[in-house]
């Protein structure tokens, strides 16, 4: 990446557990950072005090009609990577979803970051310098679980990104997907019936992955030391 250019990074869902580590991963390498949340946290709040300058932090709920106020927000901002790690579970089985239900996980969690996304391309075209990584989840490959039909099938959209984008490939803006394992965050525990020792028991390396481990992904991949690797859907599941 060209050092004149500033180094700015919108992260949407950056008040998970993974998003914090993320966007501290991001600051400690001199990123400026545009994090969205819907709801804050502690975290994220002396994340923002300890960073006034880099850090800005913009609320908005993608379930209500934020979207255009949102791109208006980061429009004035040069940013060179996206990352959209947004997670909402609805906590419904397959038996008892409607079509209200897939509308609202495939709105939040991929049409409007996809729409987003849009709204960022050309002026990555300009710099010459792009990355895009959208988080996936393993239960895209299993069918989703017994309550997260609906999420694994918004994740499951993400996937298609990569193959769309990988014309862009040279303007140096480089696609992929992160398709996520079990990681014990506060987004599992919230799960219907989760049997967490059931679940370890299905991983050949049988642990969760640490949260360390998937922000360090997503950095490399999202950053300038990603130099080359593009429309791709990169595995982290521990050998899943």
């Not at 409607?98 to 987003?116: C, E, G, M, R, T």
Request: glycine content about 4%; aromatic content about 8%.
């Amino acid at each position: 990446m060209n050092k004149s250019l500033k180094k700015v990074v919108l992260i949407l869902g950056g008040s998970s557990d993974i998003g914090i580590e993320i966007i501290s991963k991001f600051l400690s390498n001199n990123w400026k950072v545009i994090a969205h949340f819907n709801r804050n946290n502690k975290k994220l709040n002396q994340l923002k005090i300890d960073n006034p300058s880099n850090l800005i932090l913009i609320n908005a709920n993608f379930e209500k009609k934020t979207f255009n106020s949102f791109l208006k927000k980061i429009k004035k901002f040069n940013i060179s990577s996206f990352i959209n790690l947004v997670g909402f579970i609805d906590n419904i089985s397959y038996q008892k979803i409607n079509l209200a239900n897939l509308i609202k996980s495939l709105q939040v969690n991929s049409l409007i970051p996809i729409l987003i996304q849009k709204n960022l391309l050309n002026n990555m075209k300009k710099k010459k310098f792009g990355r895009v990584l959208h988080l996936s989840s393993i239960g895209v490959k299993y069918g989703g679980g017994e309550n997260t039909f609906s999420y694994s099938l918004s994740k499951c959209l993400l996937e298609f990104q990569p193959a769309y984008l990988k014309k862009l490939s040279k303007f140096n803006i480089l696609s992929n997907v992160l398709r996520v394992g079990f990681v014990k965050t506060k987004i599992h525990l919230k799960i219907k019936n989760k049997n967490l020792k059931k679940r370890i028991n299905l991983i050949p390396m049988q642990r969760p992955a640490k949260i360390k481990e998937i922000s360090d992904m997503v950095f490399f991949l999202s950053s300038e030391k990603n130099s080359y690797i593009s429309n791709e859907t990169i595995t982290i599941a521990g050998g899943e």
